[in-house]
């Protein structure tokens, strides 16, 4: 997901970057707010070309629903996944590439969300492909194969 795409999504990814938000409910759903907010341009964008996103909605999910503790915090899980269905249902993705092994060092990725990560592709099977961890050129290969082999690349 574009670190915004307008003034308004731009300052809110500031605000969730750089301050302090000790509501892990309030930080996802001022994400959700610059999904909603950024959905257009992107449906745009996919219409003009192709369209990559990183993580796609699935970090909201697997950031915060499994890693902040979102899922045994009381909130209603139809409600959550409600929010992010209304503001994503007409976007939905082609194929979605999971590297499980990180790039670089990230505090926020703990086994919660790496779990997160892996219960969403076994939920959307069908569109998910687990990246190996390779060198940048053969990971690059290995997608743009994927990609042919899903006839999305000529």
Request: charged fraction near 20%; hydrophobic fraction near 45%; include cysteine.
């Amino acid at each position: 997901m574009p670190s915004g795409m307008t003034d308004l999504t731009r300052n809110i990814y500031s605000l969730t970057e750089n301050s302090q938000i000790s509501s892990p409910l309030a930080r996802q759903l001022l994400h959700i707010a610059c999904h909603a907010e950024n959905i257009r341009p992107l449906a745009d964008a996919r219409v003009r070309h192709a369209l990559f996103l990183d993580r796609w909605w699935w970090s909201t999910v697997a950031y915060g629903w499994y890693g902040a503790g979102l899922a045994v915090s009381g909130l209603n899980e139809s409600v959550f996944f409600g929010l992010i269905e209304s503001v994503w249902s007409a976007q939905q993705a082609d194929v979605v590439f999971l590297f499980m092994t990180p790039h670089e060092s990230d505090r926020l990725n703990r086994d919660e969300v790496r779990s997160g990560y892996a219960a969403l592709a076994a939920a959307h099977e069908a569109i998910t492909v687990a990246v190996p961890s390779a060198s940048p050129e053969e990971t690059t290969g290995f997608i743009l194969a994927s990609l042919r082999a899903r006839e999305l690349l000529a």
